[in-house]
């Protein structure tokens, strides 16, 4: 059986801190990765997507606000939203 290479600690939350410029922190939007996963998972997705893919695509639509995220998880929003 082949050996496997030990996971990066810390590669979601690198890609998850990149949308942080937006005025969202870091623990928000690992909440909205969390949730992308879940929702992958439960009620399917796209063919050839894979599930950090469409997790990650939940982050980058929440945090552009454009897609249909930001009403997904509105109760994410909150009114502790940095301005830029």
């Not at 996971?7 to 990149?18: E, F, M, P």
């Not at 623990?27 to 879940?38: A, E, F, I, P, Q």
């Not at 980058?60 to 509105?74: E, L, N, V, Y």
Request: hydrophobic share 30%; no cysteine.
């Amino acid at each position: 059986m082949p050996k496997r290479k030990p996971r990066r600690k810390g590669s979601i939350a690198k890609n998850v801190a990149k949308y942080t410029k937006y005025g969202f922190s870091a623990s928000t939007l690992t909440k909205v990765y969390k949730r992308g996963l879940g929702a992958y998972y439960s009620s399917g997705s796209r063919a050839g997507v894979s599930a950090h893919a469409w997790a990650m695509g939940r982050v980058r639509s929440f945090a552009t606000g454009k897609g249909k995220a930001r009403k997904a998880d509105s109760d994410l929003l909150g009114r502790k939203r940095r301005r830029r």
